[in-house]
């Protein structure tokens, strides 16, 4: 049959290994075309029918720790016949919680779950060989109040650090588009705070609970909705990708179809204060300017940005609903940097108050992961922090809807673009047409990487859809080069937006779908003559 005799071929050369086809079918993807992989990428479509799989994490034998939005965490071995035959072998109900909604970290040991609520971090222990919790029912809770009164933003991305053992990081946004309660420090809303779980009473019965807004340290605040959270490895430094404001007017003129950006914020390096009113805390700890200032993303667009001035990319400025007339309330730990907001002195305040993002995104392509990974293509200096687009829903035009990467200098722990670029995003796989999403599009949430058992070049991205329920999984086989990154218009914008699609394979059943490199694209042409000789 030919589309086997094709699978079997590109898979067999491109991997130099023998699989068997007829062991190998991917799912489909129901309701929206293939997706399409940069060159240097492939892609696979592993599991479908998941109920709003949000986060991932790899268990110390290699199984799926799956968060689905009000179902619980749901474990998944996967059965590994050799790149691309991944496949699901079984699926088991770890916890059963309706309402863990995003929030997974697992302890370097691998020992203990953790996950969170729009109100509260829980554990449990963790044996990986019996796919099994102890207590499902009856979690630690570690640390409680993190619920938004009125709802808004109800995830809780957790991090634990790997520079620093047993400090978790959990992030908590808005509870509105803008909420006002996030200018007051002790409110906790919108801050990246953490917490030092150390201590194995913490959480038993009768024993100590962290309350949110008033305990641990704050890793950084005036994030409006910072879903994604990780510790750069070499350097330890946290790195946070924020969901920012929707329908922003700036006197008058209405510019939320291109700003304000989406931003990634920097937090420095992780440190555990000796003390809530040390001085040696974190170097970042800083408040990053919501609800008072947003950052410019594009002013070249119609209508164009009002009184633009000196504002470039990823200035923050001020804008028709800035809450003037409420006190900047600093943090006790950041206090002796703190002003108060000059009214008079409008977007020169928020440049003097506020630490301006790392990096700027199109506006609303709402990123909601971030994990990095060692890049594969030789360059042992170049690390790429992959980052999720959920996708747009406030904008005309559809954006975002990928996954991208930005490329760190790993010596020195951040980006190798400047701040005010606009092209720092490397496209790894996005959807065909954003005309049909969000529709007919994947809406990525989650990430892991893993590496297969220590093979570097074997490593892994795992990616969940919450809105379609698969997990894709995705392995660079090819360079990355840097500079080469998207604009948000039009397709893709970057130089490989053509070069390597999702194959289509077709079947007499369906289709495949099948990430291949130009040289395997050869061998199944190849492939074909052999068949029509046959
Ligand atoms: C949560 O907040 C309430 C009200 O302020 C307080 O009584 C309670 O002790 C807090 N919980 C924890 C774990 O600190
Ligand atoms: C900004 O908007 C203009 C006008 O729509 C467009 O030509 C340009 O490509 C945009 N720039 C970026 C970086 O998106
Ligand atoms: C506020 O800004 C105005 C205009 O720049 C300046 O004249 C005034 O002194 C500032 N006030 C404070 C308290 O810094
Ligand atoms: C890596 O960084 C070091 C220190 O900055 C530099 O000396 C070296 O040339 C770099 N290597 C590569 C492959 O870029």
Redesign the pocket.
């Known amino acids: 049959m030919l589309p086997s005799l094709l699978f079997w071929l590109s898979s067999n050369v491109v991997q130099g290994r023998r699989i068997a086809a007829s062991t190998c079918p991917a799912p489909e993807p129901a309701g929206y075309p293939a997706p399409v992989v940069r060159d240097g990428y492939e892609a696979r479509l592993v599991a479908t029918g998941l109920k709003k799989p949000r986060s991932v994490i790899i268990d110390s034998k290699g199984g799926l720790l799956v968060v689905e939005a009000g179902k619980g965490i749901t474990h998944l071995t996967i059965k590994n016949d050799g790149w691309p035959c991944l496949s699901v072998e079984k699926t088991t109900s770890l916890v059963s919680m309706s309402d863990l909604n995003h929030g997974i970290e697992l302890s370097a040991d691998g020992k203990t779950l953790y996950a969170s609520t729009s109100n509260s971090v829980y554990s449990w222990p963790y044996d990986a060989d019996a796919i099994s919790v102890s207590n499902e029912k009856s979690p630690k809770t570690l640390i409680s109040n993190m619920t938004n009164v009125g709802g808004g933003h109800s995830t809780r991305t957790l991090l634990l650090s790997r520079k620093q053992p047993g400090i978790l990081l959990a992030s908590r946004g808005s509870g509105s588009n803008i909420d006002n309660g996030a200018t007051d420090h002790s409110s906790g809303i919108s801050q990246i705070r953490a917490f030092d779980i150390s201590d194995p009473n913490l959480g038993s019965p009768g024993s100590k609970v962290y309350d949110y807004p008033s305990e641990g340290w704050t890793i950084g605040w005036g994030l409006r909705n910072s879903v994604g959270v990780a510790e750069e490895p070499n350097t330890g430094g946290i790195y946070s990708v924020e969901n920012s404001a929707d329908g922003i007017k700036r006197f008058g003129v209405d510019i939320h179809e291109?700003s304000p950006g989406e931003e990634m914020n920097y937090h420095g390096v992780l440190r555990v204060p000796s003390s809530s009113s040390s001085s040696d805390n974190q170097e970042g700890g800083g408040n990053h300017g919501y609800p008072y200032c947003l950052a410019l993303?594009?002013?070249?667009?119609?209508p164009s940005f009002p009184s633009l001035g000196e504002l470039k990319?990823g200035s923050q400025f001020t804008y028709d609903s800035t809450p003037y007339s409420l006190p900047y309330l600093p943090s006790p730990e950041t206090s002796p940097q703190a002003k108060p907001i000059n009214i008079t002195t409008s977007d020169t305040s928020c440049s003097d108050n506020f630490v301006p993002p790392r990096l700027t995104f199109?506006a609303h392509t709402a990123p909601l992961d971030i994990k990095f990974s060692h890049s594969t293509n030789g360059n042992n200096n170049q690390t790429l922090a992959y980052i999720t687009f959920h996708g747009s829903w406030d904008r005309s035009n559809p954006a975002g809807y990928k996954l991208s990467a930005v490329v760190f200098d790993s010596v020195k722990g951040e980006p190798v673009e400047a701040s005010d670029s606009?092209?720092s995003l490397v496209d790894i796989m996005w959807n065909q047409d954003l005309s049909k999403c969000p529709g007919s599009c994947f809406r990525p949430v989650g990430l892991a990487v893993d590496d297969a058992g220590g093979e570097e070049k074997e490593k892994r991205i795992w990616m969940m859809d919450d809105d379609k329920g698969d997990i894709w999984v995705l392995r660079q086989v090819g360079d990355v080069n840097s500079g080469s990154g998207s604009?948000?218009?039009g397709a893709n914008g970057d130089s490989d937006s053509a070069a390597s699609p999702m194959r289509m394979v077709m079947k007499r059943s369906g289709a495949e779908w099948f990430g291949v490199g130009p040289f395997s694209v050869v061998v199944a042409a190849l492939g074909s003559m052999l068949f029509a000789l046959l």
């Open positions: 291109d993303w594009n002013s070249s667009t119609t990319v199109p606009t092209n604009g948000e218009n």
